[in-house]
């Protein structure tokens, strides 16, 4: 299967794999500068932004307990950021 790749397939993996290797390197150093959980919660919204993504541009029919999975991630997400905000300008106050 490797070895009847055109040439072509073969830079597409290899591009693959150099933006997957920058992708890990950035997130380590983001993890020198935000907290675990900031990352965490971001690592959600990234995904939650692919899946939206590739429903639109693909067509994929979406079953309600899908929809409402997202829902719930995104109001989370939503929460939190509204929670740190208080709690960060109670601080400074």
């Known amino acids: 299967m490797w070895l009847r790749l055109p040439l072509c397939g073969c830079r597409w993996v290899a591009a693959q794999s150099v933006f ?3 992708y890990n390197q950035v997130s ?5 500068e935000i907290s675990p959980l900031t990352f965490s ?3 959600t919204m990234k995904r939650i ?13 979406v079953q309600p307990i ?3 999975g997202a829902a719930i991630a995104i109001l989370g997400t939503f929460i939190y950021s509204q929670v740190i905000t208080h709690v960060y300008f109670e601080m400074i106050a």
């Open 20 to 22: 997957y290797h920058l």
């Open 28 to 32: 380590y150093m983001s993890l020198d």
């Open 41 to 43: 919660i971001g690592n």
């Open 49 to 61: 932004s692919v899946i939206v993504a590739s429903i639109i541009i693909f067509q994929t029919p």
């Open 66 to 68: 899908n929809a409402l």
